[in-house]
């Protein structure tokens, strides 16, 4: 392998006749003046002389094919291939021409493929095309994690690819992009895994219920799971907010989350709630107010004149007395507000607290928060606010020197769809809060890990703050934009990501100081919802015919002039609901699957068991 055409201390071409280049693979080139210098491989060309030179291609520059007529190319005979190198670190000058090139011994890169030590590291998968480098490791770092390509599972054979915890000290935060289908939520999940094996305390936003890390891969050797490192609350089941507890301003976002306020709904909350306040105090004042405002002081007034129940006079003397306190508050803003708050009851929010939240990232676990997107949004906005001030409060505290209460750990936040949470061009009851913590977490040891398919729809702000960002399958050329502005990823490595193999993706990392081509590992869990639809179908259906049939076999034979005393009877039995129109499809569907015989009689069909 040679360096050959016109050079400069940033790119070179090497050509070689017997050995094929691997885009993002590491050479090293022999300068005889600047010693090694490593490079990485951004193109890759092949040329044979069967194929006429008119197909284009960078091998056409002029200085690239004198050079390899200089070196001894046949440039009509021999196969010639070749790469175009970006040097890692810019040469002093233009790298000498003809100079050899080969491939680097694992020490003389370790520097450029890990970063950080094995223990401090999460491990994602493996760096792409770093077999020959990755032969001359040491053992210990051989075949760490397992791989899946192909419908085979198997040991990793190149370098692995470790992220380093320490690191999020200095560069906080990281983005998972990635289109439908393209290994994204995979790669969460290996995340998540690898911050669980450190005992690393983490919070989870989960709106397709799908963060489940107690079911182990099938096929796989390292058979593990997560049991004892997570737990997963569902809001109005498991967790909530504590009405008691809740701060004006908690509330205010609370409301606003189920549906923007107005400035008079803001005022009015800031009048009407008061310290002390339950669900049942606060929704019953509001209730109140609003019959007082729809009676008006005239009707109230009227009503206390006449004889009444002493309870009824109490309950008219509190709509006089809410009038005379409330009266510049407009009564659309009072109903806005009642039905937000009556919502928020309805789904069950205030019916628990985050107590166990807590309780679980005390004890250095994971905590999966499951809802619908809309209550996520409503309920997170809640809950990031209160964990976030706890953890500022401490170390605020701990930095004044003064008494700052208990302790409260760092921990790390993710979530999936995090255009929903951080939106771009629009605001969002938690907007707020993660843009906070973007801008300002590293300072309390609080981290976000974000993931979204589109990452043009997220906040600008809170995209520039994620240092590392793992990118994955894009193919909207807005997304591509992007990414492009916000990572050091090249032109050819843009040009690429449309292509991608699920579960392939380029790392951005300052910590790295370029891109770099991983495949993530093999999660050791598995999600819930793996399933493939069209054997969901095939399942469900074998199930029920074998349902039907266990069920109708007491009443068998059926005859076609007593269907409805057998639909009857077949109901009470087994609690479904057939009619004989629906009894006699599911029959003659048996009919067919061979598992039913109808016989044909003067009185019409007859259904017996089959081989009867």
């Known amino acids: 392998m040679q360096v050959v055409g016109l050079t400069t201390p940033q790119e070179v071409y090497v050509a070689s006749k017997d050995r094929k280049f691997r885009i993002n693979e590491l050479l090293i080139l022999e300068d005889p003046y600047q010693g090694g210098l490593v490079g990485e491989v951004v193109e890759s060309n092949s040329y044979n002389r069967f194929i006429p030179m008119s197909i284009g291609g960078t091998i056409h520059d002029s200085n690239v094919l004198e050079s390899l007529e200089h070196l001894g190319y046949s440039i009509s005979e021999d196969e ?3 790469a175009k190198v970006k040097l ?3 040469a002093s000058f233009p790298v000498i021409t003809g100079c050899s090139a080969r491939l680097p011994a694992f020490d003389e890169v370790r520097g450029h493929l890990l970063k950080g030590s094995r223990e401090d590291g999460l491990l994602i998968g493996e760096i792409k095309n770093t077999e020959e480098t990755a032969a001359t490791m040491e053992d210990e770092l051989k ?16 370098v692995p690819f470790f992220l380093d915890l320490r690191s999020f000290q200095q560069y906080p935060h990281i983005g998972v992009f990635g289109g439908s289908g393209s290994g994204k939520s995979f790669g969460l ?17 989960d709106p397709h219920y799908e963060m489940e890390f107690t079911e182990s891969q099938e096929n796989t050797q390292e058979k593990r799971n ?3 490192h997570f737990k997963k609350f569902q809001i109005g089941e498991h967790i909530g907010v504590e009405f008691l507890n809740l701060a004006r301003r908690d509330l205010l976002a609370l409301l606003s989350a189920v549906s923007p306020l107005t400035e008079a709904m803001a005022s009015a909350i800031e009048v009407l709630h008061l310290r002390g306040d339950t669900y049942l105090s606060f929704s019953h004042r509001l209730e109140l107010l609003s019959e007082a405002l ?20 109490e309950k008219y003397k509190k709509l006089r007395q809410l009038l005379e306190e409330y009266q510049n508050i407009p009564l659309p803003s009072v109903q806005g507000i009642a039905w937000r708050l009556r919502r928020l009851h309805n789904s069950g929010l205030f019916s628990r607290d985050i107590k166990p939240v807590k309780e679980a990232m005390m004890q250095g676990k994971l905590a999966v928060v499951q809802g619908p997107i809309w209550l996520l949004q409503v309920f997170s906005t809640y809950l990031l606010s209160n964990v976030y001030r706890q953890r500022r409060d401490y170390k605020d505290g701990e930095l004044k020197g003064e008494a700052s209460g208990d302790y409260f750990p760092p921990f790390i936040i993710a979530t999936d769809e995090a255009h929903n949470f951080a939106p771009k061009g629009r605001e969002a009851a938690t907007k707020g809060i993660v843009t906070e913590i973007a801008q300002e977490g590293r300072k309390y040891g609080v981290f976000l890990v974000l993931a979204t398919q589109r990452p043009t729809l997220l906040d600008e702000t809170v995209t520039a703050q994620l240092n590392t960002k793992v990118i994955f399958r894009t193919v909207r050329a807005s997304d591509i934009g992007t990414i492009s502005e916000e990572t050091d990823i090249k032109a050819e490595e843009a040009r690429r990501l449309p292509y991608l193999p699920s579960g392939d993706a380029f790392m951005s990392s300052p910590l790295f100081g370029r891109t770099v081509a ?11 919802h793996t399933q493939n639809p069209l054997d969901e179908i095939k399942i469900y259906r074998q199930n029920s015919e074998e349902k039907l049939l266990e069920s109708i076999k007491p009443h068998l034979p059926i005859y076609a002039a007593n269907f409805a005393r057998a639909a009857e009877d077949i109901n009470q039995d087994t609690g479904e609901n057939y009619e004989v129109r629906t009894l006699k499809v599911a029959l003659d569907g048996l009919v067919e699957k061979g598992k039913l015989k109808k016989q044909a009689s003067p009185l019409g069909d007859i259904f017996v068991v089959s081989g009867d």
């Open 80 to 82: 010639i291939n070749l």
């Open 88 to 90: 890692i670190t810019e």
């Open 143 to 158: 075949g760490l994690c397992e791989m899946f390509s192909r419908g085979e599972v198997y040991k990793t054979r190149n």
């Open 189 to 205: 999940r290996v995340i998540m895994e690898e911050i669980m094996k450190h005992r690393f305390p983490a919070l989870m936003l």
């Open 226 to 228: 997560f049991k004892e």
């Open 294 to 313: 729809e009676m008006g002081r005239a009707r109230v007034e009227q009503a206390l004149r006449q004889d009444m129940e002493p309870m009824e006079r």
């Open 518 to 528: 991983i495949r993530v590992r093999f999660p050791h869990t598995r999600s819930p």
